[in-house]
């Protein structure tokens, strides 16, 4: 009687895909489903659970603290999809001209931050936005005949833009990037019949650089929305323990990290994260068909 082999055309695949099958059914799958079933129980203890249906999300349309959170993770979305838009394109643009003095030293210089380690940056910059009179940035504000700030605890606005500049510092290393690299798929020869054409810095920008750059621009527009929406470490390391008074700095993800593990309130905490991952479906649905993400692989 043959022994079946244990290693064939057939199960060596279902090998290879066995380690990536049981981490997405141990630490993706299975959590999920444990979230949404929470969402509609009360943790009493440590193991009693009591239900209480909908009452969570009914709990949602009347909590004061989750418009501001929303509202705080819109701004800072919109403020780094922007920012670090614009800057990373146009510096990728000057790093990758060849007249550039020192442009590979600038290169590494500028993903340097993105290697840094989150509570690292963010004691740095809890000190730089402290107020002190002698912190960096009330020097800075100072010459221009401005009173030291408490900028972490002044407006909601400010707390955004310390977000914004922190996230920026952080990460546009890593999109200017991708930009650089999707300049280098633009043929040199199409900017050639550009300046036989006539045509002028902006609109050899126009019309070769930004159709050139078009499915790099989705994508980092992409990830920049969904590292907006659920951002955390900026928020929970520049406010000391969380605590940010007026809601000032406080994020979706930040509020349900201090719902589930300050108030020890699992339920609730579990339907707000139901429905910012329900939210994150639907916008990814929205982006795929506004952008045709994944017809031709180029979303164009």
């Not at 989750?66 to 990728?92: C, D, R, Y």
């Not at 659920?230 to 406080?250: A, K, Q």
């Not at 329900?278 to 994944?294: D, Y």
């Amino acid at each position: 009687m043959k022994k079946k082999k244990l290693f064939t055309q057939k199960t060596v695949p279902y090998l290879f895909c066995a380690p990536f099958l049981l981490s997405f059914f141990i630490f993706l799958l299975y959590p999920m489903l444990n979230m949404i079933c929470t969402s509609v129980f009360n943790l009493q203890g440590v193991s009693t659970y009591v239900f209480v249906g909908a009452d969570h999300y009914r709990r949602l349309l009347t909590d004061p603290h989750i418009v501001s959170a929303v509202l705080n993770s819109i701004g800072f979305t919109v403020g780094i999809v922007v920012v670090n838009v614009v800057f990373a394109m146009l510096l990728a643009i000057l790093l990758n001209n060849r007249l550039t003095p020192l442009r590979n030293v600038f290169r590494s210089a500028l993903y340097i931050p993105a290697l840094t380690s989150i509570v690292v940056a963010g004691i740095f910059f809890r000190l730089f936005f402290a107020g002190n009179a002698d912190t960096p940035l009330n020097l800075l504000a100072g010459l221009f005949g401005q009173s030291a700030r408490e900028w972490l605890y002044d407006t909601k606005l400010t707390g955004i833009l310390a977000l914004v500049f922190t996230s920026t510092w952080r990460w546009l290393g890593m999109n200017l990037l991708y930009f650089l690299s999707g300049l280098q798929t633009i043929s040199p020869e199409l900017y050639d019949a550009a300046y036989v054409d006539g045509a002028n810095a902006w609109q050899k920008f126009r019309y070769v650089t930004l159709p050139g750059l078009r499915p790099i621009l989705v994508f980092v527009i992409t990830i920049l929305t969904y590292g907006g929406l659920r951002m955390f470490g900026e928020s929970y390391v520049l406010w000391r323990n969380s605590n940010t008074p007026g809601d000032i700095g406080l994020t979706i993800v930040l509020y349900i990290y201090r719902t589930a593990f300050g108030q020890f309130d699992m339920g609730y905490a579990s339907a707000m994260s139901v429905v910012l991952f329900a939210f994150l479906m639907v916008l990814n649905a929205v982006f795929i068909k506004v952008f045709g993400i994944g017809k031709g692989g180029t979303g164009r």
